[in-house]
């Protein structure tokens, strides 16, 4: 028995050395660079496929245009400018404010133009002093959006303001 276990041990230790099939170190050998093909519309299998029941519909804005816009300020930054608007809503609690591009955020003849909106609550009430009822907005441009653009107007139901550079 003693005999067997020295050979094996020799003879592992011998063919572990060479390079040969016998090797178990040796039957899959090194890597190698493959091309990978892409295949459209494979979906990573730890996320579900949705249905019907568990997709949610799309969210729209229910905001309307504040009625007037008080101030407009534009404010250069590194990497482009900062507008930041206030108007004056028609209710009190208005949220969600956000400045909408108009023409796609495109200029049109150098001006930029932006609407200025806001989500009205249900229980707002009208009426009120303008400093219940006034909300501001920031939004930032970057130097590509900003190229070709001579002025910057924010739009409300009643007036507009407008920056130039």
């Known amino acids: ?17 060479c390079s040969t099939r016998l090797n178990p170190r040796n039957w899959f050998g090194g890597s190698e660079e493959v091309a990978v093909e892409a295949t459209a519309g494979e979906a990573n299998p730890l996320i ?3 249905n019907q029941l568990m997709r949610r519909p799309e969210a729209t804005y229910a905001g309307v245009p ?16 900062i507008i930041r608007a206030s108007g004056v809503a028609y209710v009190q609690g208005a949220f969600a404010v956000k400045l909408s591009p108009l023409n796609e ?22 009426g009120g002093s ?18 070709g653009v001579r002025t910057i107007k924010v739009v409300a139901a009643e007036n507009a303001r407008q920056s130039r550079r």
Request: proline share 4%; with cysteine; aromatic share 2%.
């Open 1 to 17: 028995m003693r005999n067997l276990v020295i050979c094996l041990a020799v003879g592992a230790i011998l063919l572990s050395a």
């Open 48 to 50: 579900p496929e949705q």
């Open 66 to 81: 504040v009625r007037s816009v008080t101030e407009l300020k534009v404010e250069r930054i590194a990497d482009g400018a």
């Open 105 to 126: 955020g495109v200029p049109q003849n150098g001006v930029l133009t932006y609407e200025l909106l806001a989500v009205h609550p249900s229980w707002g009430s009208r």
């Open 130 to 147: 303008d400093q219940t009822r006034t909300v501001t907005v920031a939004h930032s441009l970057t130097e590509q959006q900003l190229s």
